[in-house]
């Protein structure tokens, strides 16, 4: 009887602790952090953030912990902007292309001609072509630089999702559907030297799943940013 009565409260014991994890993530994720600190273990640091920072910390006090979002994953949303400007990007080459060449036809007219009344034809010509080209050069190179972010974007969000997943090798990680959980927290740092700063720390988790396969792929929190206040 008394073996079972033990079982049962180590069984709830162990519902709870699974529970305070679930709700409590910055707990125990920033304590490892923290001890990695500690110990200067830069290989221990660099497994749990994406772009760890090196803090001189004597001690630490988490001073407020926000609610914990759930939004859909955006990885394929990032993917597919990408790949939609790089097809708008393909797609207006050409049409710079020909608005130079319209511009240089009509400069070419402009030179070969010789009275003053075909010269202010051509002349009219040039500055509409001018116009013309100057907008589809400015739009294009606005373009260049819409798809430059996104696939910055992409590049950034596919590095994070893998690293929550543990894994960098999923060929099709950009199709992976699910949640991402998300949570700030804030923090009052003591530096050794007697300094005392306080930083906002941005945690995630990836819920995902490949759905063609139907294989689920969970992550693990993982601290995505640093922010000093």
């Known amino acids: 009887m008394r073996r079972k009565s033990l079982i049962a409260v180590g069984v709830v014991l162990a519902l ?14 920033l304590k490892s952090y ?20 090196k803090i001189d910390a004597e001690s630490w006090t988490i001073t407020k912990a926000g609610e914990a979002k759930i939004e859909p994953a955006s990885l394929a949303e990032f993917a597919k902007a990408e790949v939609d400007l790089k097809k708008q990007q393909d797609a207006h080459v050409p049409v710079t292309l020909d608005a130079k ?6 400069k070419d007219e402009f030179t070969s001609a010789r009275t003053s009344a075909a010269k202010a034809a051509a ?5 509409a072509a001018q116009t013309k080209y100057d907008d589809e050069y400015k739009l294009h190179q606005d373009i260049i630089r819409k798809y430059s972010e996104a696939k910055a974007a992409t590049a950034r969000e596919e590095e994070i999702t893998a690293f929550s997943l543990g894994d960098r090798n999923i060929t099709n990680i950009r199709d992976l559907k699910g ?7 804030e ?21 995902l ?21």
């Open 16 to 29: 709870i602790s699974l529970q305070s994890c679930k709700s409590n993530p910055e707990q125990t994720l």
């Open 34 to 53: 923290f001890h990695a600190v500690s110990l200067n273990d830069v290989g221990t640091m660099a497994s749990m953030a994406v772009d760890p920072l």
């Open 101 to 106: 060449d319209v511009l240089d036809n009509a």
């Open 123 to 127: 002349k009219a010509k040039v500055d």
């Open 179 to 185: 949640e991402v959980h998300a949570k700030e927290v």
């Open 187 to 207: 923090v009052q740092i003591k530096e050794k030297g007697g300094a005392v700063k306080n930083y906002k720390i941005t945690m995630r988790m990836y819920k």
């Open 209 to 229: 799943k490949d759905e063609a396969q139907n294989i689920p792929r969970p992550g693990r929190w993982i601290i995505t940013k640093f922010e000093q206040l």
